[in-house]
Each structure stands twice: as structure tokens, then as C-alpha cells.
């Protein structure tokens, strides 16, 4: 008995090794969308996103049964995946998701510019609380759902 939980534990201990190979970024996708089917209750997808916004592969490894060859990055607010060339963009949504955030908790609205009908966020109202220090090149929208932002924009 005490020998095979000696074993189990040193099981536990050894990491297992995956080879490099290239990931599309939607094998990706459905290996993120099955390792969060596994995450208990009350743990945020967020676990693995690094600093970087880099996703931890290590942890992924088991579902792509591989380490991608490519970088993706990850954005910590929307958990929307992006391609090393998008990382800029994954940058700046977080910006301005937690900026959109912050401003409608200080406020009680959203930062919207008035009349539009895509609720394009206003760069205006979120540097007029220092909530932002530089505008991003990108036109940011807010989604219907839970307040989200969103780079494309919305249809009518």
C-alpha cells in the first residue's frame, strides 16, 4: 500500500513531455474550450494567460497532445485568442475593457459616444476620468453582452 502511493505521487511529480509541432489557432481555440470544461467552479479561464498575455501551453499540452510552434496571445478581459501579428490588439482590449469598466463603475454608464448607434466607445470620456493615457488606432464597440467590447462592428 504505502510502496503504490509512493508511485502515485511520483507520477504526479513527473511532467509529461509533448513534442513542437504547428497549432492552427483554431485547434487552439477547442483545446482552451475543453481545458475550461474542466476548470473547477470559481476558477477563471484567466489561469492560463501569463503576464505576457501568452497562453501556458504546459497546461494545454494534454488536450493538443503538442507544444505549438507559434505564439498566440490571449486577452485577460475577453479571453479572446489572437495570432503573434494581433498581439497589439490583444494589448489594447484589455486596456480598454478594463478602462470601459472602470468608467462605468465610477459613472453609472457606459462610455459611449452619444447618439451612436453601434455604442462605439468614446476614447473622449474615458481620458476625461485618466482612465486612458493614449488612444488606441483601433475603433472599439460595446456588445450587448455583459458589456463587452469588441473591434468589429455590430450590425444594425
Same mark, same amino acid.
Given at each position: 500500500? /504505502?510502496?503504490?502511493?509512493?508511485?502515485?505521487?511520483?507520477?504526479?511529480?513527473?511532467?509529461?513531455?509533448?513534442?513542437? #509541432?504547428?497549432?492552427?489557432?483554431?485547434?487552439? #481555440?477547442?483545446?482552451v474550450q475543453q481545458y475550461a470544461n474542466t476548470l473547477q467552479q470559481g476558477v477563471?479561464?484567466?489561469?492560463?494567460?501569463?503576464?505576457?498575455?501568452?497562453?501556458? @501551453?504546459?497546461?494545454?499540452?494534454?488536450?493538443?497532445?503538442?507544444?505549438?510552434?507559434e505564439t498566440y496571445y490571449m486577452s485577460k478581459e475577453t479571453y479572446e485568442i /489572437? &495570432?503573434?501579428?494581433?498581439? &497589439?490588439?490583444?494589448?489594447?482590449?484589455?486596456?480598454?475593457? #478594463?478602462?470601459?469598466?472602470? @468608467?462605468?463603475?465610477?459613472?453609472?454608464?457606459?462610455?459611449?459616444? &452619444?447618439?451612436?448607434?453601434?455604442?462605439?466607445?468614446? @476614447? @473622449?470620456?474615458?481620458?476625461?476620468?485618466?482612465?486612458?493615457?493614449? #488612444?488606441?488606432?483601433?475603433?472599439f464597440y460595446i456588445t450587448k453582452e455583459e458589456d463587452l467590447i469588441t473591434y468589429?462592428?455590430?450590425?444594425?
Amino acid at each position: 500500500m /504505502f510502496w503504490k502511493k509512493k508511485q502515485d505521487k511520483k507520477q504526479l511529480n513527473e511532467k509529461k513531455t509533448y513534442p513542437t #509541432r504547428p497549432i492552427s489557432i483554431h485547434e487552439l #481555440r477547442q483545446a482552451v474550450q475543453q481545458y475550461a470544461n474542466t476548470l473547477q467552479q470559481g476558477v477563471p479561464l484567466s489561469v492560463i494567460i501569463n503576464d505576457d498575455l501568452t497562453i501556458d @501551453y504546459h497546461l494545454l499540452a494534454p488536450y493538443l497532445k503538442a507544444i505549438p510552434e507559434e505564439t498566440y496571445y490571449m486577452s485577460k478581459e475577453t479571453y479572446e485568442i /489572437f &495570432e503573434e501579428k494581433d498581439k &497589439e490588439l490583444a494589448e489594447h482590449i484589455d486596456k480598454i475593457q #478594463r478602462a470601459v469598466d472602470q @468608467y462605468k463603475k465610477q459613472k453609472g454608464e457606459l462610455p459611449i459616444i &452619444e447618439g451612436d448607434p453601434y455604442k462605439k466607445v468614446s @476614447y @473622449y470620456k474615458l481620458e476625461s476620468l485618466n482612465l486612458i493615457s493614449q #488612444r488606441p488606432d483601433k475603433t472599439f464597440y460595446i456588445t450587448k453582452e455583459e458589456d463587452l467590447i469588441t473591434y468589429n462592428q455590430p450590425t444594425k
